[in-house]
């Protein structure tokens, strides 16, 4: 179940990036008017770090290292998540 797991979440990672990056246009900040503009990529945001603090938190890494994940997920989302699937794992 675990390895599964492990497999799974960084190709879920890579899915929900690509569809973020396929789904943000430029011009986002223009249309911020609409609520659904800024749901989509806000929302997997949220998710993608959610699913990477919880993970994390359940890790044997040292407490320095944890924190040091957690900032930076938490101050860059998408590329602390990526970091840490591909890095930190």
């Known amino acids: 179940m675990r390895k599964t797991a492990r497999t799974f979440l960084p190709a879920l990672l890579i899915i929900f990036t690509a569809l973020l990056l396929a789904g943000c246009q430029t011009n986002l900040f223009n249309e911020a008017v609409n609520f659904w ?38 101050f860059a989302p998408y590329l602390g998540c990526i970091l840490y699937y591909f890095f930190g794992r």
Request: hydrophobic residues 55%; aromatic residues 2%.
């Open 37 to 74: 503009s800024l749901g989509c990529c806000g929302g997997a945001a949220i998710i993608l770090d959610i699913v990477a603090l919880i993970e994390l938190a359940g890790s044997t890494k040292p407490t320095r290292q944890r924190v040091l994940w957690a900032l930076l997920i938490i």
